[in-house]
């Protein structure tokens, strides 16, 4: 009995030499639709942030809004697929499911790290465990920092800026310049690895 929650029973066998580089991935499903939108909104909001942050252009609480919802869905969906092929074919078996890769992102102190872990471990099935993570290192990296100078903010959110001007800069400038960079790298990611997994099912095709 296989410890593979989503190998599934009658599968089309595969020539040998594939299935011993990544295995089953004729199991593998087309993530290339979730992973546009995902780039799409993530892509739009990193744009209308920087220009609003030049004030050049204020977009409207609703459309922030919508952009937000878009990319919290689209990206939720990506990683949960994304997942399940990492289940059926790769070089890593991971040790997080499909849903609590999804789950972490809104589970109080598991987001500080576990997503990360399901997207480390998404990178590694894919390229190898001795591949380079820095992409997804730096993208999490910027996530804490979000967090971090957020704190700042909110700590001397009191004090008056003409008095500690140092703390409010920090703060407001901090958040932005990690919000752009965490935004960039996660677009990164999502192309790699979807490229990468559409490679495999192309293969798996021949």
Known sequence: MSDNPYQTPGSMPLRAEDQEEVGDFDLMRNTSFWAILSLFFLGTQIVLYSLHMLSLYRPSEELVL??????????????YKSMSNAWVAGKIVPTITSGGAVISYFVPILWFWRPYLAIRQIWGNLFGKESSKFLVTAWWLMWLGIWAFIVIKMLHQNTPRD??????????????????????????????????QNRRIAKARR
């Open 163 to 196: 008095k500690d001007p140092i703390y409010y800069y920090i703060g407001k400038f901090g958040v932005v310049f990690c919000t752009l960079a965490a935004g960039v790298f996660l677009m990164m990611i999502i192309s790699k690895i979807t490229m990468g």
């Open 66 to 79: 919508m952009l937000q919802v878009g990319a919290i869905i689209s990206v939720c969906v990506w990683t």
